[in-house]
């Protein structure tokens, strides 16, 4: 272990960061609007220009003692952790160096609308939104009434049987007919 690291509160161990697809449509800015939306997320664009999302979730192997954040499995640490140069790290650099950091799914909807204008994306908003709502909906099937048998030619068609009346309505029936 580095001098360095040793004074560091191993910021590296507390979280991931990697590379994302820079967006450049509403529905792009909305996907990464989404991981926003999530605890411990945040999203910046490096000095570089590449986008990256940073995930704020401590190794398993990460423990915090009197000296700083440890590793409890150093000899067993992950390649990506033997190749970390401590010259380059957060500690060693004071900080980060970003063009814009999104922490907030109001800060990324602020900038989209400033990249792709206040008109465009207001117009995408509300296409990508009604497109959305319809994709989730249900559709409705009609349902199919079982055909008829048809009688063969010459014959009538067969009718359906009146159900048999009893009591009262056998009674009201017989009355019609005497009236008549």
């Excluded at 704020?56 to 499995?73: M, Q």
């Excluded at 922490?103 to 602020?110: H, I």
């Excluded at 939104?129 to 349902?143: D, I, N, S």
Aim: aromatic share 10%; with cysteine; charged share 35%.
């Amino acid at each position: 272990m580095s001098n360095l690291c040793k004074k560091c509160d191993a910021r590296c161990c507390r979280y991931f960061c990697f590379e994302i697809d820079k967006p450049e449509t509403y529905e792009e800015f909305e996907n990464i609007r989404w991981y926003l939306l999530h605890e411990h997320i945040s999203v910046h664009i490096d000095g570089e220009g590449d986008w990256c999302i940073m995930i704020e979730n401590p190794c398993l192997n990460f423990i915090r003692s009197g000296k700083g954040g440890r590793c409890a499995d150093y000899d067993n640490r992950p390649l990506i952790c033997r190749k970390y140069a401590a010259g380059s790290c957060d500690f060693a650099k004071g900080g980060y160096d970003f063009e814009e950091l999104f922490n907030t799914a109001a800060e990324l909807e602020a900038y989209a609308c400033r990249m792709l204008g206040d008109y465009f994306f207001e117009q995408a908003r509300t296409k990508a939104r009604k497109k959305a709502e319809e994709m989730g909906r249900p559709k409705l099937e009609k349902k199919k009434l079982p055909k008829r048998k048809s009688a063969p030619k010459g014959k009538a068609a067969p009718k359906d049987k009146p159900a048999k009346k009893t009591g009262k309505a056998k009674l009201d029936q017989q009355k019609k007919r005497n009236r008549s």
